[in-house]
Structures are given as C-alpha cells and as structure tokens.
C-alpha cells in the first residue's frame, strides 16, 4: 500500500500563508481521489480538500476560495496551498487517498497564531 508523508507546516501569524506537501512512497497516477485532511486538538478529522486524478477538486466550506489542492503525479506529491490562514486552521493535516484509506502519517503541524 502507497504511504504519505507530510510535511511544510509551521507557525503562521492570521493572514499568513503556508504550502504542505505530501509524498507518496509509490505511484499516485491510478489514486482517483486525494485528499487533504486535518485534526484540530478534541475534534474529529475532517476531510477539507480532495482531488481527482483528472484534477477536479473539491472543498470543504471552511477553506473554499483560500485553500487550493494540487496533484503532481510525476513527482508522487500532492500540494496544498493554504492563504489567508484563520486561527480556526490550527490542525495536525494529512493526506491520504478517499474514500478508502491506507494507513495515516504523522502529519504536519499547522498553528495559527498572533
């Protein structure tokens, strides 16, 4: 099974922007569905951005016009770029194939803060 590594998350000031990637141990081209997924501290995780292998993509109202997923699938990777970052947006964030899973990575770390 195809494993994901995250990475590119920091400590941001509100407004800020950040780009987490996310690379594959194997070949994402034949994955349909990609997702972006996060877990704030006490909550379940949500599923915020996802994309298809023809790069459809698709968005959680919480992050629609200020997140945008990408897919490289030369490189095994999936991007996304975060904009205008709201204190909300503090969250471990991973990545994974949807609606069926492998087995989850560490994530990155994204904190918002003033």
């Known amino acids: 099974q195809v494993q994901f590594v995250e990475s590119g998350g920091g400590l941001v000031q509100p407004g800020g922007s950040l780009r987490l990637s996310c690379v594959a141990s194997?070949?994402?081209?034949?994955?349909?569905?990609l997702g972006w997924f996060r877990q704030a501290p006490g909550k379940q995780r949500e599923l915020v951005a996802r994309i298809t292998s023809g790069r459809s993509a698709l968005y959680a109202d919480s992050v629609k016009g200020r997140f945008t997923i990408s897919r490289d699938n030369a490189k095994n990777t999936v991007y996304l770029q975060m904009n205008d970052l709201k204190f909300e947006d503090t969250a471990v964030y991973f990545c994974n194939r949807w609606p069926t899973f492998t087995g989850w990575g560490q994530g990155t770390q994204v904190t918002v803060s003033s």
């Open positions: 194997g070949s994402i081209s034949s994955i349909y569905w």
